[in-house]
């Protein structure tokens, strides 16, 4: 049998990010050791390495990027049952 040739390609399920993306990622990590990143409202100096990465792709979303949209936020607080009484 013929081996089939080396396809550059990723797997199909694989998420991609563009070049635009990594840029502004890279620019957000830069802000953030330098202490210049703030969060939104509040305004806080960024502190932690995920919330960095998480502004950069954010504003690569809002500049047009092509990156994937986020996951869907899960509830942190149980689900209760019915109460009964």
């Known amino acids: 049998m013929p081996r089939k040739a080396a396809s550059s390609k990723s797997k199909p399920g694989a998420r991609k990010y563009g070049p635009k993306a990594s840029a502004k990622v890279g620019s957000a990590l830069h802000k953030m050791k330098a202490g210049k990143l703030k969060s939104g409202t509040s305004?806080?100096?960024?502190?932690?390495?995920?919330?960095a990465v998480a502004i950069g792709?954010?504003?690569?979303?809002?500049?047009?990027?092509?990156?994937?949209?986020?996951?869907?936020?899960?509830?942190?607080?149980p689900k209760s049952k019915a109460s009964t009484k």
């Open 43 to 51: 305004g806080k100096a960024v502190k932690s390495r995920a919330q």
């Open 57 to 77: 792709l954010s504003e690569a979303r809002k500049a047009g990027a092509k990156v994937p949209s986020p996951k869907p936020k899960r509830s942190t607080r």
